[in-house]
């Protein structure tokens, strides 16, 4: 970054352009490509029906998140995560944060005793791919809650509110919107 702009020319104060494709897959009930600049993430809702043995009988549902970096999201391969032992501590910090991002946008009691998992799969990798792997996984569990509601397996829309990431931070002292 120079003292006015950053390396790709944006100023400060502007975002990537940030582009959102859904319906890609046909198989989960949600679905999402999230581009934002040069970072792209694959993102899905899955439902299954029950809950964790320590929600059920509650009458309310969980939203839960998984993420993971494709072997060549970066410039040189890397081994995928979990294959060969367990996830990094960075890894499940990520699902932490997307999976509380998420539940803070729904009503469990709406849910039924249901669970919604959020993939985000990271296929290009230049920043922001929490931010990109939080929005995208806002519009994947509204795509499967619609689903829901279209079948009738849930009678009130659950959905309490959208959720949308982004970063900021100080760079020379000077506040900065959306890292690379």
Known sequence: MTRTSRVDGRSFDTLRPFALE?????????SVLVRAGKTTVLVSASVDEGVKDWLRGKGK????AEYAMHPRANPSRQRREGWNGPVS?????????VGRALRAAVRPEKLGERTITI???????????RTASITGGCVALVD?????????????????????????????????????
């Open 119 to 129: 993939d985000c799969d990271v296929l290009d990798a230049d920043g922001g791919t």
């Open 144 to 180: 499967a809650v619609r689903s829901l509601m279209a079948s009738g397996r849930v009678k009130t829309d659950p959905v309490r509110h959208m959720v949308a990431s982004v970063s900021v931070g100080i760079h020379g002292g000077q506040p900065v919107l959306d890292l690379d």
């Open 22 to 30: 859904t319906g890609l897959q046909a198989n989960p009930e949600g």
């Open 89 to 97: 501590g960075r890894t499940q910090e990520i699902q932490r944060l």
């Open 61 to 64: 549902g969980w939203v839960t």
